[in-house]
């Protein structure tokens, strides 16, 4: 099965670019917390990925000219949505993401960058 390095259950990546074991960025982000909500959203996204790699042989890739790697998410989504394949997972990121906008919601007018 293929994965993407940045997924590969065996590697670690930074979570700000990507890039494998890069030093800088774990420095800066040892110290930071991570919300629940938030590990649920990436949690969830990481499985619809999987789930695409691991269905790429099914699907229809020229359409939204998708090479393997370099797919975008509306790319991704839309892939999966046209194949009827993932739904269930699409429809728990979406719910992932809403439980993450919920409590960001609020924080925003309080701390001012909405009002």
């Known amino acids: ?47 619809v990925y999987r789930f695409y790699f691991a269905h790429l042989h099914l699907l229809q890739r020229k359409q939204f000219k998708i090479e393997t790697y370099d797919a975008g998410w509306y790319q991704i989504r839309q892939t999966l949505l046209g ?17 993450l906008k919920e409590k960001i919601l609020p924080q925003l007018y309080d701390y001012g960058i909405l009002n």
Not at 12 to 18: D, K, M, P, V, Y
Not at 26 to 38: G, L, N, P, S
Not at 83 to 99: M, P, Y
């Open 1 to 47: 099965m293929f994965y993407p390095e940045s997924l590969c259950p065996s590697c670690t990546s930074c979570a700000l670019c990507g890039q494998l074991n890069h030093k800088e960025h774990k420095e800066f982000t040892r110290d930071t917390k991570v919300c629940r909500e938030a590990q649920a959203v990436l949690s969830s996204a990481k499985a």
């Open 83 to 99: 194949a009827k394949l993932g739904t269930d997972l699409l429809a728990d990121l979406k719910h992932q993401h809403d439980r």
